[in-house]
Each structure stands twice: as C-alpha cells, then as structure tokens.
C-alpha cells in the first residue's frame, strides 16, 4: 500500500509548509521592491541638488565670516569668527566681569515683557 511512514509524511508536509513561507515572504519582498523604489536620479536632479548644496556653503561661509545684525532693536550683531574670539579672549581676561556682561546679554537677547496688568483688579 503506502511505502512511506506517517512520520515521514509529515516531515514532508512541514518541509514543504516552510519552503512555500519563504516562497510567499521572497514574493512580498519583491513586490515591495518594485513598489516602494525610489525615482532614478537624472541629470537635472543633479544639477538642481548640486546648485543647493553650492548655494547653502556659500550661505554659511557669508554667516560665518561676514558682520551682520540679528536684531537691530536689541543690539544683537552677528560678528565673524576670528573678531568674536577676539572679543572673547579680551573680555575673559577678568571672568567675574566677563560672566556677568555675559548673563546680562541673554537676558537682552532673550527679554520676555512682563503680562500686561489685568483691567479687572
């Protein structure tokens, strides 16, 4: 009749369970693949990408070496490296001075007015 056991039957079914897994997982994997992949990148891509990046370094080098106000109302000027670390230098000779001027300028810069009085008291 039947010339194979039952328990080599069902190591055969569990064999075929897991290949035909794998085979379902490898076939959603594929699938995502081709769903989810990005557009290629064309020249013109390129180009545009590499005007923004030219544009941004040249943004940071004009912040970083150029004077500028930040807040003219407050008196907040953005200062090139080399002159603030100057400036740093000079005023931390004395460190008491130099920590109280510092405290005193973020509180100018970061000043929030008081609540406005209530009417009704």
């Given at each position: 009749?039947?010339?194979?056991?039952?328990?080599?039957?069902?190591?055969?079914?569990?064999?075929?369970?897991?290949?035909?897994?794998?085979?379902?997982?490898?076939?959603?994997?594929?699938?995502?693949?081709?769903?989810?992949?990005?557009?290629?990148?064309?020249?013109?891509?390129?180009?545009?990408?590499?005007?923004?990046?030219?544009?941004?370094?040249?943004?940071?080098?004009?912040?970083?070496?150029q004077?500028a106000?930040?807040?003219?109302?407050?008196?907040?000027?953005?200062?090139?490296?080399?002159?603030?670390?100057?400036?740093?230098?000079?005023?931390?000779?004395?460190?008491?001075?130099?920590?109280?001027?510092?405290?005193?300028?973020?509180?100018?810069?970061?000043?929030?007015?008081?609540?406005?009085?209530?009417?009704?008291?």
């Amino acid at each position: 009749m039947n010339s194979e056991s039952p328990p080599e039957r069902t190591s055969l079914a569990y064999l075929v369970a897991v290949l035909g897994a794998f085979l379902v997982v490898a076939g959603l994997v594929a699938a995502m693949r081709h769903y989810v992949k990005p557009p290629a990148a064309g020249e013109d891509r390129i180009v545009v990408r590499t005007k923004a990046l030219a544009d941004l370094r040249a943004e940071e080098a004009q912040a970083l070496n150029q004077p500028a106000w930040l807040d003219q109302a407050k008196g907040l000027v953005r200062l090139p490296i080399g002159s603030a670390m100057s400036l740093a230098e000079r005023s931390w000779q004395n460190p008491p001075a130099a920590r109280s001027n510092l405290i005193a300028r973020v509180e100018k810069a970061n000043y929030v007015p008081p609540p406005p009085a209530n009417p009704f008291e």
